[in-house]
């Protein structure tokens, strides 16, 4: 199976930072990799595709990067409804995996 | 509006069975492959099993093959899966949600609202 290692498990913010989280895939997927965000006792939600597509609705602070081994979710401007746990996920090849996830909390 | 809804969830014993169901609402479903992820509680996602459109193609997660079992009814827009020797580490919110596309069908673009599994005696 593939591993995702992502990074940092957690980080604090303020509202109009810029946030950048990593992810690092044990062998080359291309560009599946997908970045999820979820929010205490909800389901997680779709936010980029193909490494760098945003999904319908999302808001343009958010953008993903990078293809093969080495990927980037960025938030230009951190809003006080970002504040969430994301994850990281391929979907190269079965059995799809995520990464541990990273919180973002409140500075 | 896509929608998906789970239930069947519940408290069971260790070595005990249940069965989850999602209803499937807002799109067509027989033309999408399904997905069951799972959280235990406070930890990261885990995806458990995958059925095609179809039903003709299914794959399991290691840390269920031989115990659970994936299904789909498509004229009744509801997924399944039956969960048999539970054990503890069971324990999680199972979501349904759908696969993308097909060259996608591991990219979960719609998820339900989940179902909590406990398995404890």
């Known amino acids: 199976a593939i591993r995702i290692t992502q990074s940092p498990s957690s980080l604090s913010a303020s509202t109009g930072d810029r946030v950048t989280i990593t992810c690092r895939a044990s062998?080359?997927?291309?560009?599946?990799l997908a970045w999820y965000q979820q929010k205490p006792g909800k389901a997680p939600k779709l936010l980029i595709y193909a490494a760098s597509t945003l999904q319908s609705g999302v808001p343009s602070r958010f953008s993903g990067s990078g293809s093969g081994t080495d990927f980037t979710l960025t938030i230009s401007c951190l809003q006080s409804e970002d504040f969430a746990t994301y994850y990281c996920q391929q979907y190269y090849s079965y059995p799809w995996t995520f990464g541990q996830g990273t919180k973002v909390e409140i500075k | 509006e896509v929608q998906l809804v789970e239930s069947g969830g519940g408290l069971v014993q260790p070595g005990g069975s249940l069965r989850l169901s999602c209803a499937a609402s807002?799109?067509?479903?027989?033309?999408?492959?399904m997905n069951w992820v799972r959280q235990a509680p406070g930890k990261g996602l885990e995806w458990v099993s995958y059925?095609?459109?179809?039903?003709?193609?299914?794959y399991y997660a290691d840390s269920v093959k031989g115990r659970f079992t994936i299904s789909r009814d498509n004229a009744k827009n509801s997924l399944y899966l039956q969960m048999n020797s539970l054990r503890a580490e069971d324990t999680a919110v199972y979501y349904c949600?759908?696969?993308?596309?097909?060259?996608?069908?591991?990219?979960?673009?719609?998820w339900g609202q989940g179902t909590l599994v406990t398995v404890s005696s």
């Open positions: 949600a759908r696969g993308r596309t097909l060259a996608a069908a591991g990219l979960f673009d719609y």
């Open positions: 062998q080359g997927i291309s560009s599946y």
């Open positions: 059925i095609s459109s179809s039903g003709s193609t299914i």
């Open positions: 807002g799109f067509t479903f027989s033309s999408y492959e």
